[in-house]
C-alpha cells in the first residue's frame, strides 16, 4: 500500500470539519441540551478525501489485529459503525 501523504488541502478539510463540529458542541454545551444533532459540511469534490480516510482507517485496523501497530485494536462493533457512516457520507457526496 502506497504511503499517505497529508496536503495543504487535506490538511483544510480536517481543520474546518473539527473547527465546525467543535462550534455545534460548544453552542449546545453552553445552552446544556442533552441531544445534539451535529452538520457534517463538506463539498461534494472532498469525496475523494472522505474514501481515502476510511480506507487508511481499515487499514490501520487491519495492521493492529495484525499486532503490527503497538495499539490496541477497535472494537469490531465501533469498526463496523464508521464504515458504515463514512459509507454513507460518501453516498451522500457522490449522490
Do not use: N
Not at 481543520?15 to 441540551?33: M, N, P, T
Amino acid at each position: 500500500m502506497p504511503e499517505a501523504t497529508v496536503g495543504p488541502r487535506e490538511t483544510a478539510v480536517r481543520d474546518a470539519v473539527r473547527a465546525g463540529l467543535r462550534h455545534q458542541l460548544s453552542v449546545a454545551l453552553a445552552a446544556e441540551q442533552e441531544l445534539v444533532d451535529l452538520t457534517l459540511t463538506l463539498r461534494r469534490d472532498d469525496a475523494d478525501l472522505v474514501r481515502d480516510f476510511a480506507r487508511a482507517l481499515d487499514e490501520a485496523d487491519r495492521l493492529t489485529r495484525r499486532g503490527r501497530l503497538l495499539i490496541a485494536p477497535t472494537p469490531v462493533e465501533l469498526s463496523d459503525f464508521r464504515r458504515s457512516y463514512l459509507q454513507r457520507v460518501l453516498a451522500q457526496l457522490l449522490g
